[in-house]
Structures are given as C-alpha cells and as structure tokens.
C-alpha cells in the first residue's frame, strides 16, 4: 500500500465543458476526500445549485463494500475497507484503476435505475472501443465484460433521483488486488484490465491512462440521455 511519503502529487483539477454536464479531473485522490466531495456535490445538485457533474479520479488502494455485502466478505483484505450505500457488493479501488462518478439530476422519462445502470454500461462500452477493444454486457450481471472477464465494475445510489458513486475500469490495475477477496461475489481471477487486451505497442501505462480518460470522457459528453428502452 502506498504511504503518505511517496504518494504522487496530485494533480490540478481538471474541469472540461460537455454539452450537457461538466467533467472534473481529481487526478489521484484517497477514496474517503472523494467520498466527502461527492456528498458536498450531491447536495449542491439537489438544491440546483450546480448543475450534472462527472468525477474522474484515480484512488489509492481501498476494498469499499455495497448494500449487498455479505458478513465477512472482505476479512482478508490487506487494504482499508469502507462501507458505503452503494449497490452491489465489495468491489476494489486502486491506481491504474479509471473510477467515474456521474451526479446527474434524472428527469421525468430517465427515472428508471435499470435503464441507468445499462446506459452506464453502453458509455464504458463505447470508451473501450475507441481504445480498440472490444467490451460486452454479460446477461444477469451488472458491469462491462472483455470476453469471459470483467473489466468494469458497476455501483451507484439515488437521492432524490440524483445519482451518486458510479463506475470503475481496470485500465493498468494490478490484479493481484483481488485475490483476498471475492470482488461482485466472483473469484478474483475473472478480473481483467484494459492494458492485457489493448494493442499498444511501446505505450506506458500513463499513457494508456490518459488515453482511455479521454475516451471515456468523449464517451460519456457524446451519449444521449439514460432514456428506458435505448
């Protein structure tokens, strides 16, 4: 785990104009700040005193459990562990790893928390394939899948049908991450990465980080409303 003494400097926020929201670029941040900003940023957006956000950011090593977690779930797990009021079950959160918060206000016609969560999906599929890879959904299960393995892990909440937490892509993650535990309830070597399916030459991962940033980015400012049934 990464101590205080050699963690990165962070970087500058970063804030981008879409055409319907605004994208900020946390750089590299612990999950707990992130957490506390999201709540701030929720309620701002309740109040109409901001408009829908996207937060892009990279965490240091964290295990953060869902509403559906079980007793027990992460007793091995090296790493802090957070409980939050996200859906799903324990999932990893670490550097090389892409996490995306969207706190959008859904509108009459976008309230419909399937039809979310597969619009989140579609905007992940999308942003692998301008990288060149090719992701799909996985019938039952929620998050974005490169073949047999999962590369996208997907938990949001809603107040007040504004959405909250969100998404996070394996782009250069070290797997070994997830050997202590069962991340989504599945085994740890169903996990996959970005970095082990994209043909990218001499690239370095930083390279490789801020090139599917950017296209997730393009991915999320291009794609329509989370309407059901599209």
Known sequence: MTSSDDRPERAEVRSISGPS???RDLGRRGFEETYGLQQDLLRARLSDEVGDLLLLVEHDAVVTRGRRSAEGDTAGVPFPVVTIERGGEATFHGPGQLVAYPI????EGQRDLHAYLRWL???VIEA??????????KEGLTGVWI???????????VRGWVTWHGLAVNVTTD???YQSFSPCGLSGDVMTRVEDHVDHGREEPEGLMERFKEALTGAFTSAGPPVPGK
Do not use: D, M, T
Not at 104 to 107: H, I, N, S, T, Y
Not at 147 to 157: E, F, L, P, R, T
């Open 147 to 157: 073949g047999a393995q999962k590369v996208c892990s997907i938990g949001v909440a």
């Open 104 to 107: 959008l206000k859904l509108v």
């Open 21 to 23: 929201f605004e994208v």
């Open 128 to 137: 692998l394939a301008a990288v060149g890879v090719e992701g799909c959904r």
């Open 175 to 177: 797997l070994g991450a």
């Open 121 to 123: 999906e579609g905007v």
